[in-house]
């Protein structure tokens, strides 16, 4: 790398410099603590090139992405957050793995960028130091910038760039400062030799941990020029979102608006969405002659799958709540709110950020748990956190509460009752995980309580570029799903719903579908369900808002295609609002998701722990629905 620029805080010692070359292919990793800023910064270089997968034998999250600078092609390997490289943990083994060239599911990278949290650069400097163990080239970049300068401080960054032996950059990932010179100090990376060996990361003795921390905290004395100052509102903000009593009252507030938003903001979207496929559909019907193709295109695949695309915009405001509320540094302060009720179950509360994480989705909940490190708290996590509201479930609740429960105002004119009545569903499922929690930690899973520490990273201001990119990865997961997975069901059912004919003509109570649904109907009458619902609940066994697309399916076919056989109408004529209740308590509660039992079985080990999942869960599914619907037609209600 060429010596530093007089206008950039940057230090390039001499021995990684190295002659520019002409367009070249470069893979670096990029590598960093929890909070650090890490993702952000990956973000902003690879912007929407990116690959989102799962390493192979583990649910470590693997994301690659490309970007381009003035002389390069650069393959970025973002590693799991770590705050170190000893493999004592699966993402401490990961990321010593990928720099050491011993994954086969990247290939082997040229260096490291090292990204420190400027304003807790001791904590950071501890996997430096690894890191530039291994005998890779790094680049130590010092994020957030702007934070420290608004707190008083400064880094000398020449000072630590002469005692690491590497360069040193300060930018703002959230800010995009200095952005431009990081891409050119990538351009003059030096090039790796084939020859060259890196050395492998081992545990180190308590004697050598101590003393790299020792060298950590003598390093962050010697660079700083000033000391980095509190933060100057966060604890006022503290005080209030930490306190026992407005902590509580401010986190429910916050879910409130969150459930409103679901319903008023996603609407006009929803609309949209649902008017596109509607006319595509139309569009099909009176342009390919009536027959076979004409009803399995307009019916079995645009329909079907419209019925559950057009819920994306609810979906997508769930995440985007999802990633505010972590950016800003809520969701830390908000689990050590919640320490004190999940303490009274015996959990802890470094249990409920992978149960937040399980309203997005069950399985990066799942995965979340590798930070718990009681094994016992940690199964019983594992256990219950299917039982908090997924976003597949959200499609069902939207639909049903949409078609059975009154929009009117409850509280004021802002929450309105359907709002409210999806709040309810979502707690059930959390008051449903607390008491098996309460279950399982007082007889088979009990251990003594472990103390509760998680650090508290500072408030910051979310980076709307990496809200939008969760939000766009998610779509394309989702949309995926629904051009694979719920396409291929649907048109199976289509086939199903259609056939055998009946004299030339479509009869659905006598088609194989009807003889499936009627042959289970017994078993699910007393819960205030029909054979078309019971169709729906096979079907959903793949992808619970197959559900969706399944009725859509039926009621579309058995209509003939008149709009008149649009789904809320059908199913207020088909269904009691009590059945309706029922059914979204059985979606509530109900273990109908393959995928998060295969990421149980690989989290665990073995096939026990997900069976006994599914039966616990359907059991309590079946018992509530059952005792919901027979208590309401004794009162009455049905």
Not at 41 to 53: E, I
Not at 162 to 187: F, K, M, Q, W, Y
Not at 190 to 218: D, F, G, H, K, Y
Not at 270 to 292: C, Q, S
Request: hydrophobic share 50%; with cysteine; glycine share 6%.
């Amino acid at each position: 790398m060429s010596g530093p620029d007089a206008t950039a805080t940057v230090v390039v010692p001499p021995s990684l410099t190295s002659k520019p070359q002409l367009r070249r292919s470069l893979v670096l990793a990029i590598g960093g603590n929890p909070n650090s800023g890490k993702t952000t910064l990956f973000n902003r270089l690879t912007g929407l090139r990116q690959k989102v997968a799962n390493y192979a034998g583990a649910t470590v999250e693997k994301k690659q992405g490309t970007f381009h600078t003035a002389r390069s092609t650069v393959e970025l390997i973002d590693l799991p957050g770590t705050y170190g490289l000893t493999p004592k943990s699966e993402e401490e083994r990961i990321a010593a793995e990928v720099i050491l060239g011993m994954n086969t599911e990247v290939p082997r990278p040229q260096g490291v960028i090292c990204v420190v949290d400027s304003t807790v650069l001791e904590k950071g400097l501890y996997l430096v130091l690894q890191t530039i163990d291994t005998g890779l080239p790094v680049l130590v970049v010092l994020n957030m910038a702007d934070e420290l300068e608004l707190r008083g401080a400064e880094i000398d960054e020449q000072a630590l760039a002469r005692v690491l032996g590497v360069p040193v950059l300060s930018i703002s990932a959230t800010r995009g400062t200095n952005l431009e010179r990081l891409r050119a100090l990538i351009d003059e990376w030096p090039e790796r030799s084939p020859q060259m060996l890196c050395r492998l990361p081992v545990v180190p003795t308590l004697q050598e941990a101590a003393e790299r921390r020792a060298r950590a905290r003598n390093i962050t004395r010697l660079v700083y020029k000033k000391p980095v100052k509190p933060h100057p509102w966060s604890d006022k903000v503290d005080a209030i979102v930490m306190h026992r009593v407005w902590g509580p009252l401010l986190f429910a507030a916050v879910v409130l608006v969150v459930f409103q938003a679901i319903f008023s903001w996603a609407q006009p979207f929803m609309n949209a969405i649902d008017f596109a496929f509607t006319a595509l559909a139309n569009i099909v019907r009176h342009t390919i002659p009536d027959g076979f193709w004409n009803h399995f295109l307009a019916d079995g695949v645009i329909t079907g799958v419209g019925a559950v695309v057009v819920f994306l915009p609810q979906i997508l405001t769930v995440f985007f709540f999802i990633a505010v509320l972590e950016n800003s540094g809520y969701l830390p302060r908000a689990a050590t709110v919640m320490d004190r009720l999940l303490s009274a179950v015996g959990l802890q509360g470094k249990s409920f950020l992978p149960l937040i994480s399980s309203y997005a989705c069950a399985i990066p909940g799942i995965m979340a748990t590798r930070t718990i490190e009681n094994r016992r708290d940690r199964l019983a996590t594992i256990f219950v956190a299917p039982f908090m509201t997924c976003s597949a479930r959200l499609p069902v609740y939207a639909l049903l509460i949409s078609a059975f429960i009154v929009d009117r105002p409850v509280i004021g004119h802002f929450f309105r009752l359907p709002a409210l009545v999806l709040l309810g569903l979502y707690a059930a499922g959390f008051c449903a995980a607390l008491l098996t929690a309460l279950l399982l930690k007082s007889s088979v899973l009990k251990s003594k309580g472990t103390p509760f520490f998680l650090e508290m990273p500072p408030y910051r201001i979310p980076s709307i570029k990496s809200i939008l990119l969760l939000m766009w990865d998610r779509s394309k997961i989702f949309l995926r799903q629904a051009g694979t997975i719920i396409l291929l069901v649907n048109v199976i059912l289509w086939f199903f719903v259609s056939y055998p004919k009946k004299n030339g003509h479509t009869d659905v109570y006598n088609s194989y579908a009807g003889h499936i649904g009627r042959w289970m109907e017994p078993a699910i009458r007393p819960l205030g369900f029909n054979w078309k619902v019971g169709v729906g609940l096979i079907s959903a066994q793949a992808a619970r808002e197959v559900m969706i697309s399944t009725l859509s399916t039926i009621y579309r076919v058995q209509e003939n295609g008149r709009d008149e056989g649009r789904l809320q109408k059908a199913l207020k004529s088909d269904m009691s609002v009590l059945s309706a209740v029922s059914l979204m308590i059985f979606f509530a509660f109900a273990m109908q998701c393959t995928s998060t039992l295969a990421v149980v079985r690989r989290e665990t080990g073995h096939w026990k722990i997900p069976l006994l999942m599914f039966i616990y869960m359907n059991v309590v599914a079946y018992s509530a629905s059952f005792t919901v619907y027979q208590v309401g037609r004794l009162l009455g209600f049905g």
